[in-house]
Structures are given as structure tokens and as C-alpha cells.
């Protein structure tokens, strides 16, 4: 059975899962170098995704499209290209230049007994110039199942919580027993949704706008989580949060503003810096996580030693290791998709487990598009020549340099996970100055270590398996000084694990380095132009130029002088 899932708005892509195998999925924004976030508007391109994948329209037995926006004006901002139906909405879609409007579900279930495995059984999928028969499933579902399906739980067997939490809606936690075939629904564990942490953080530091109305940036809440090692955390905060919350709490939607606002009134001429009050509002949120988290948990009685945690605030490394460190719970699981870009992956799952009675999914986190190996033309001063990775490392090691490493198929999802990377030697403090100068990113930010899983405890606390880099780990203090350029203000890390059953090529890349070095590890960026997807092929690094040397299927392209 071919079940084609698809997610037409932002975070765009296209998954095939064949027999309970995904294989492939194609976000947009790493096609062509396109923006990040980018969606699908023309959907005679899905049509070519499948070809190129070595698929055709007419093969796909079920498509299954990703639900969106609210049941009603209010419920959330206004989003572009969509009209409010009863019971499901519909999208302004284009077929071959042609608009029209696509039904779909809606974002999430109404009320706390509808099922949020429901599935609407629809017709008028225009592709090229096939019209298809096609599903479609509740937003939040396809978080619930991309998580679940793809989890270490899923594979044994075993019962698990799942938490959502997106940029649109609450914190809600729903549990999955594989066995009773069902997903139950808890409710929500309390009423700010997830861009509360994007829009009150542009009142504060760096990422103030004009005037007291901000907006939802999808790109700002990873620079407020590194801007936030600049401040200092003071509980004295979380009482003026609080108070806030209950005098002004009216509505989800804008009430991250009006927070802001208010706070400002409360604390002005106190003396709090913006990098304090941002740094406590974020330190805030993880305890609330955890503190309803655990209440509702101690209510729900139900015995699962599980949790998935899915939805955009799911990037969050440190709310993910708030939870991690908790206790509630023996073993914690984020897809390497968490946010939006998993969504067509999930909607597919939800398919696959009601087609064909299957909760794990046999996937890859390397499932994303292969590199383009179209015609590379190299401009005057480049040349190129074999390099093996024993070679490569020698390099990073002697010449201190970055290099683009291209390799395979893409990862999936927002991290770049040593498929579509700048690596450099973490030894030189300068290495990350030098990569954010090359990427145009601020000077907070850090680099991620990429190391070997063998080592990671010893040098890393707790260093534990995190094959898609995400929970926070500490440097230990006899290795700061070894590896500054990963070393966040903090001294902490988003740490990266490779072993040889991973990717080979990767963990042989970092034994080589290892034995020249004795150090296990090497810095991570995403290979990709400002504001872009990963680079879609070595000719897109090249015309970036902002390194001497890329490195992809054992040749090396390099600058000449």
C-alpha cells in the first residue's frame, strides 16, 4: 500500500510511506535553495516530488492532507490562503496556474470527546491532470502520530503520553495504548499557546519591534533560546507573570502582547535587564511544563512510563531536557520533526495505522531529498580532485578551516544532522566566530558539537544518546577549554551523537579526526544561503563561496588559492 501524505501550508513537504516503510519525504524549503518555512501553493509540483522519487500520481493508492486553521474566526490568527467552513475548511490552492479551493480538516478536535484520529473522506485533489480522492486529518493528529509512530515506544510495544505544543494552540497531552488501537485525550495542562514565547520576546533585547504589536516569527524563537544565556534567572519575576495571567487572560490569541505590555508596567524602573526578564519568562514556561505536566499526569492515573513531546515549542532543547530531567517519566521521545515539517509524515502515519493496523514506522532520519547531481560548473579559480574521509579530516585538523559537507539524502526536519553541513575543528574559539560571520548570524549564537556516541559521556553531562540534537547537554570542565568553539555562554551544548550504525560515513569522519586530535567531535552548522533551505547540491555551495572547500562523495571542490 503507497499512502502519500501532504502538508500544503508552511513547512510544506510530501512523505510516501510504502508497506509501513517511509521512503522519502520532501520538505520544499529543500528544494531549489527555496526560503525556510516554504509551503506548497502549485500542486502540479507534488507530481514531480513523486517522479522523482521514482513515483507516479496514479500509483499513490491513498493521499491524506494535513489539516489547518480554526473553527471559527476567533479561534486563530487569521491565516492566508483559507476560508472558515463548518466542520472543515478550505484552502486556496493552484493546479498548472489554476486556483482552486481545496477542502481540508481543521486544526485541532473541538471538544475534549471528539477523536482526534478522525479522518474526512474527501474528493477534488487536483494533481497535473489527475483529480484524486483523499483524506484529511485534524493538525494536532498528525503531530500525535508523526511522534508516536516514530518513537523507540512505538517499537516495543508500549503505551505512551504524547504532548503537543505549537505555536497555535495549548500544551495538550493525549496518550496512545497500541494495544486498545485508541488515542485518548487529556485536555489540555494549561491556556497559552506556544507563540507566547515568540511575540513576548520581541518586546525585550534584540528582537524589540516598533510599536506594543508583535507578530508570530517563526524564526525567532531559536535566537531567543541562545539569547537567553546573556541573562540571569530571578524567581521574583515569576509572581509579576502570574499576576499578569490572571488579571488580563481573555484569549489565546494575542495575549502574548498584552503580557508584555502589562509586565513592562509592573517591573519598570526595577532594574531588570531584557536579557533577565526574557531568560526568566523562558525559565518560567519549563517550570509551568513541568509543574501542570506532573498534576495532570498524578490525575489521569494512568501508568504509562512514556512521553512523546511534539509541536514547534518541541525544538525548545531546553524545555525538552526540563522535561527529560523531570523524573515524570522513564523515557522521553522528540521526533527529529517535531514542528511543522513532520506534519506530512504524520498525517501519513495516521493513514498507515488506520489502513493497515501498523503504529511503527520503519523510517530514517536521512529520508529527505538526495542530492542533485546535475551538471557542476566550476567557476575560475576552483578545482577539484578525490578526497577520502580519512583526508578530510586531516584537513579540518591541519587547516583549521570549515568545510561543506554534502552527503546522501538529506535529514529530515530543521537540524542539520552531518547531511548538509559546514564541519570544522572545535579546537580555535574562532571556529564559531568564524562560521557566524560565514552564516551572518549574530555573535550569541552557538555551534553544535557533532561527536562520537561512545565518548559523549565523558565529555558531555549526561551526554546520552541524541541522534537528532535535541536536549541540552554540559560540558564537563576538564573539556571547556578543549573545545571552545562549541561551548555555548553557558557551557552548554545541542549536542549530536553519531555511531557506525547511524551513519557510517559520518562516525568514520569522526574516528579519523579522533585519532589525529584525540578529540571525538567536530562543530555542526547548516550547510544552506541566509533565510534558505540546506543547499539542494554542490553547485548551490559553490555559488555561496563562503568557504575554501566542499566536500561531497568522496571529492573535494576547492578554492585554488
Known amino acids: 500500500m503507497i499512502i502519500c501524505g501532504l502538508k500544503l501550508t508552511h513547512d510544506g513537504a510530501v512523505a510516501v510511506i510504502h508497506n509501513g516503510r517511509l521512503v522519502f519525504c520532501t520538505e520544499f524549503e529543500k528544494i531549489s535553495n527555496n526560503p525556510r518555512y516554504q509551503e506548497i501553493r502549485e500542486l502540479s509540483e507534488i507530481a514531480d516530488v513523486l517522479a522523482n522519487n521514482g513515483y507516479s500520481v496514479g500509483e499513490v493508492d491513498h493521499f491524506v492532507v494535513d489539516g489547518w486553521g480554526g473553527y471559527d474566526a476567533g479561534s486563530l490568527a487569521k491565516q492566508p490562503r483559507l476560508e472558515i467552513g463548518n466542520g472543515t475548511n478550505y484552502l486556496d490552492c493552484w493546479n498548472q496556474g489554476e486556483m482552486f479551493k481545496l477542502e481540508v480538516a481543521q486544526y485541532r478536535e473541538k471538544m475534549l470527546e471528539d477523536s482526534v484520529s478522525s479522518l474526512w473522506k474527501l474528493r477534488g485533489l487536483r494533481i497535473q491532470n489527475n483529480s484524486c480522492a483523499y483524506y484529511s486529518n485534524l493538525h494536532v493528529a498528525g503531530h500525535i502520530y508523526g511522534a508516536y509512530c516514530t518513537s523507540p515506544f512505538a517499537r516495543k510495544g508500549e503505551a505512551s503520553f504524547v504532548l503537543v505544543w505549537d505555536g497555535g494552540m495549548y500544551p495538550r497531552l493525549y496518550y496512545i495504548d497500541p494495544d486498545a488501537r485508541k488515542v485518548d485525550n487529556c485536555g489540555p495542562i494549561f491556556m497559552l499557546i506556544g507563540n507566547v514565547y515568540t511575540i513576548f520576546s520581541q518586546h525585550f533585547g534584540p528582537f524589540k519591534v516598533v510599536g506594543s504589536f508583535a507578530k508570530d516569527d517563526l524564526s525567532i524563537a531559536g535566537k531567543v533560546m541562545a539569547y537567553i544565556a546573556k541573562g540571569d534567572v530571578d524567581k521574583a519575576l515569576y509572581q509579576h507573570f502570574e499576576t499578569v495571567i490572571r488579571s488580563f487572560y481573555d484569549a489565546p490569541m494575542g495575549f502574548a502582547n498584552v503580557l508584555a505590555v ?51 515549542c518541541a525544538l525548545n532543547i531546553k524545555w525538552n531536557s526540563v522535561l527529560r530531567d523531570s523524573g515524570l517519566f522513564e523515557g522521553i521521545y522528540v521526533p527529529p520533526f517535531p514542528n511543522d515539517s513532520g506534519s506530512a509524515i504524520g498525517s501519513a502515519c495516521l493513514l498507515n495505522a488506520v489502513k493497515r493496523d501498523q503504529y511503527d514506522l520503519d523510517w530514517n532520519v536521512y529520508s529527505g531529498p538526495n542530492i542533485d547531481k546535475g551538471l557542476i560548473v566550476l567557476p575560475d579559480g576552483w578545482n577539484s580532485r578525490p578526497f577520502s574521509v580519512e583526508e578530510l579530516a586531516s584537513l579540518l585538523f591541519e587547516s583549521n578551516k570549515p568545510v561543506v559537507f554534502l552527503s546522501g539524502r538529506a535529514e529530515l526536519g530543521p537540524r542539520a544532522l552531518g547531511h548538509r553541513s559546514i564541519l570544522a575543528s572545535p579546537i580555535s574559539a574562532k571556529a564559531k566566530d568564524v562560521l557566524n560571520c560565514i552564516k551572518k548570524r549574530e555573535e550569541y549564537r552557538p555551534v553544535s558539537p557533532i561527536c562520537l556516541e561512545d565518548h559523549a559521556a565523558s565529555i558531555f553531562e549526561p551526554g546520552s544518546r541524541d541522534p537528532h540534537m535535541l536536549f541540552d547537554h554540559k560540558v564537563r570542565d576538564m573539556w571547556v577549554d578543549r573545545i571552545p568553539a562549541v561551548v555555548h555562554l553557558d557551557n552548554t551544548v545541542r549536542l549530536q551523537t553519531v555511531s557506525a550504525t547511524d551513519d557510517p560515513l559520518l562516525a568514520g569522519l569522526l574516528k579519523a579526526f579522533y585519532d589525529l586530535s584525540g578529540i571525538p567531535l567536530l562543530c555542526n552548522t547548516s550547510a544552506n544561503f541566509n533565510g534558505c533551505g540546506f543547499f539542494p547540491s554542490v553547485q548551490s555551495a559553490i555559488e555561496w563561496g563562503a568557504t575554501d572547500h566542499i566536500w561531497s562523495e568522496n571529492i573535494l571542490y576547492s578554492k585554488k588559492n
Open 262 to 312: 502589562e509586565l513592562k508596567k509592573r517591573i519598570d524602573g526595577i532594574g531588570y535587564s531584557d536579557e533577565t526578564v526574557l531568560r526568566t519568562f523562558h525559565e518560567y514556561l519549563g517550570d509551568l511544563l513541568v509543574e501542570k505536566l506532573r498534576k495532570k499526569v498524578s490525575r489521569i492515573g494512568r501508568k504509562a512510563k512514556n512521553i512523546c513531546f511534539a509541536g514547534g
